[in-house]
């Protein structure tokens, strides 16, 4: 409704994009590196099918910036399979040289997995420990509210004053660049869940960005002058 009437920008039932304030053209670049003076954050959404969603990027509080830089994911590739992926990447770059690792994710990680009798995220603590990373594992007690999390990402796409609080690389993360592009809204206006291969990536995310960036309706710019 508000962007109906407020933002001549309406959306048909059904139809419309899901994060319809992200522009290819704005919130990608090809020049996206990880940084050293960063904490390195790991956001994960846990599926079977398609396969586990595991995305690599920083948050720079300072501009309020957030970047993703590197995505794992392969055809119903399991969680320990992704984490080997996520520690071969980690150790490409040498010597581990940022302060931290931050994990985000969904809360069904508490779940215990039919496959080990152990939850994901004790899979998680467990591949951590073996890294020797400083680490820190944001474990939310329940998921954030769907069209909270909608909210809170397509505010850190583009604020109200058009400020953009997210870039991307386009050709490390192709399936998080689909999903900002493509996602489609179901007729309660939440998330499509139809296709298989559309929403993972972009959930794992969404977590992060509540995690960091809550929505609120008083939030103020925090660019620097």
């Known amino acids: 409704v508000w962007s109906a009437k407020f933002q001549q920008n309406p959306l048909g039932v059904g139809t419309g994009r899901v994060y319809d304030r992200f522009e290819p053209g704005i919130h990608e670049d ?14 994960l959404d846990f599926n079977r099918n398609p396969g586990m969603h595991i995305e690599v990027g920083q948050y720079d509080p300072k501009i309020d910036l957030f970047t993703c830089v590197h995505e794992i994911h392969g055809p119903l590739m399991k969680l320990d399979v992704a984490l080997a992926a996520t520690k071969k990447l980690i150790e490409s770059f ?20 039919a496959e080990t009798t152990e939850t994901a995220y004790q899979q998680v603590r467990s591949w951590l ?18 069209r909270d999390r909608i909210d809170t990402v397509n505010e850190a796409l583009r604020d109200a004053d058009g400020d953009i609080h997210y870039k991307l690389h386009p050709t490390n993360c192709p399936r998080l660049r689909e999903d900002f592009k493509n996602l489609k809204a179901d ?7 139809r296709d298989l ?26 660019r620097l002058n």
């Open 197 to 222: 291969k559309l929403s993972h990536a972009s959930d794992a995310e969404g977590y992060r960005i509540c995690r960091l960036r809550p929505l609120l309706k008083d939030r103020k710019s925090t």
């Open 94 to 113: 040498g010597k581990f040289r940022w302060s931290k690792l931050r994990i985000f994710g969904d809360a069904t990680g508490t779940q215990e997995r």
């Open 129 to 146: 420990v073996a890294g020797g990373w400083p680490s820190e594992v944001n474990v939310p007690a329940s998921n954030p509210p769907i």
């Open 187 to 193: 007729e309660q206006g939440l998330i499509d869940k």
């Open 30 to 43: 090809k020049t996206l590196m990880l940084r050293d003076d960063l904490p390195l954050d790991v956001s």
